[in-house]
């Protein structure tokens, strides 16, 4: 028996409602509202979804069911916690053009070169386009399997003939289950497709990733309303103007989440960056006005990056604030604790904050550097060179202390930053383990107030 119904989806977050709305009232945006047509079988839930598993004792539960595939692609491998999970699904989130099917191609490579079959359905690019990827990343490997074809059924059929270990879906926006009566991409077409993927993937035990498209405005609903379904989030960002690409989990079900790899895009395709602070350093022998090192935790791994200010007299009615790589309400709070607290005048000024490499920062742990990069650009003052700058600022001017000051101090020494302005606390903390010969050399300049921050520009 068969049921047939309309709803309308919002394509940014799937919200659902049998009535037409200008407005989804879940996400508030306008216009997000698709007709799509329902159709489905009584017993078609069952059949997605039964995995006929028994009941257990808590105790008797294996421990290690899963296990582990390694890609052998080390930044991968220690994002997703120690390699690719069997009967796990990854959703593999970014802007188009990002390089998420070059990424997956060469995960492939990898596998098949340790022995693992993998299948790649495309239902976006033909088999050309990706013989040509291929060719242009200088992978010839007999053991990667393609297979162009939309209608996820019968490409499920083929792949449920293989066996695969590893299985990609490029794009989860391009395949269709035909029982449903709406388009590909449409909200209900991806939720059932994933669906049904998932199924797959838990019944054979393999690695599924399935690749979604998501524009900055998040036009394409897709990946979105999958995130609670699958096991893994990945999400793969960048500025297409800049060679450097960043992996960040969002969610892991087997592993810690908001890790970050990075890789660099290149002609021959992604490669892996294993100290990713070097490459966003610009000049570190030199220290210029405006200047500022800062350390930023991405997850477990702390990347330093320089940022620069730009502090100008403004000919405009209202001056500019304009900030790449950091949050402007936060520049506009830290220019607003230098008018109150030190008496500064930045109503007549215009402010440009950058972060070098295009690297986006969003840790509080900044602010201090951010703060003093402004104050060395308005008044032409620098730190010394080999700084490296720790900090969270308060509304007041006080200066509170940041989480895993120690793996941020490390990480500087290595590269040569020998000189820590960090908050009073923090260095407290420290002092615990100042036995730690690692941190011997380093040199700790602990500040409790902006204004004590501020005598250090000379
Ligand atoms: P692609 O993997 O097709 O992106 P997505 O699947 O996320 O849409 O990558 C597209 C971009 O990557 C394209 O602009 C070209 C660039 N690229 C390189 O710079 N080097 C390479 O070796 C490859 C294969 C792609
Ligand atoms: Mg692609």
Not at 278 to 301: A, C, D, M, W, Y
Request: one cysteine or more; hydrophobic letters at 40%.
């Amino acid at each position: 028996m068969s049921k047939k119904s309309s709803l309308f989806a919002c394509q940014q977050c799937g919200y659902q409602t049998p009535k037409w709305l200008g407005k989804c009232p879940e996400c508030q945006q306008w216009n997000t509202l698709v007709e799509e047509r329902m159709e489905r079988s009584d017993n078609q839930a069952a059949s997605f979804y039964t995995l006929n598993s028994k009941p257990l004792p808590l105790t008797q539960i294996e421990m290690d069911s899963n296990s582990r595939i390694i890609t052998g692609i080390h930044e991968l491998d220690r994002l997703l916690g120690g390699g690719l999970v069997t009967g796990s699904t990854t959703l593999l989130g970014g802007d188009p053009g990002i390089g998420k099917s070059t990424l997956v191609l060469q995960i492939q490579n990898q596998l098949t070169q340790a022995g693992k079959k993998t299948f790649y359905l495309t239902g976006e690019e033909s088999l050309a386009q990706i013989r040509l990827r291929a060719e242009r990343l200088g992978i010839q490997n007999q053991n990667i399997t393609v297979l162009s074809e939309n209608n996820l059924e019968v490409a499920l059929q083929t792949v449920a003939q293989y066996e695969p270990d590893f299985l990609v879906v490029d794009s989860i926006q391009t395949v269709y289950l035909p029982d449903l009566g709406s388009a590909p991409g449409s909200v209900s077409q991806v939720r059932e497709c994933a669906g049904k993927l998932l199924y797959f993937t838990k019944s054979k035990g393999l690695v599924t990733w399935l690749v979604g498209h998501i524009t900055k405005e998040g036009s394409l609903a897709g990946p979105k309303i999958l995130e609670h379904l699958v096991d893994t989030v990945l999400y793969f960002e960048g500025d297409r103007g800049q060679p450097y690409r960043l992996l960040r989990t969002f969610k892991n079900r087997y592993g810690a989440t908001h890790e970050v790899g990075v890789f660099e895009m290149g002609e021959q395709g992604l490669l892996e960056i294993e100290n990713p602070s070097s490459f966003f350093l610009s000049h570190k022998e030199q220290s210029r006005p405006g200047s500022v090192v800062v350390s930023s935790l991405e997850g477990t791994r702390p990347i330093l990056a320089e940022l620069q200010a730009l502090v100008v007299p403004s000919h405009l009615a209202t001056p500019r604030r304009v900030t790449v790589g950091v949050d402007s309400s936060r520049v506009a709070l830290l220019a607003a604790v230098l008018e109150k607290v030190c008496g500064f005048v930045l109503a007549n000024q215009d402010i440009f904050i950058n972060v070098v490499g295009g690297l986006s920062l969003e840790e509080p742990a900044i602010d201090l550097g951010v703060l003093l990069a402004m104050v060395s650009s308005l008044k032409n003052k620098m730190l010394p060179p080999s700084y490296l700058v720790l900090g969270e600022v308060g509304l007041t001017g006080e200066i509170r202390p940041v989480a895993g000051a120690l793996f941020r101090i490390l990480e500087g020494k290595k590269l040569g930053y020998k000189n820590i302005l960090l908050p009073k606390k923090s260095a407290q903390d420290l002092k615990a383990v100042q036995g730690n010969k690692d941190l011997s050399g380093i040199e700790f300049y602990p500040v409790t107030t902006v204004h004590e921050a501020l005598g250090f520009l000379k």
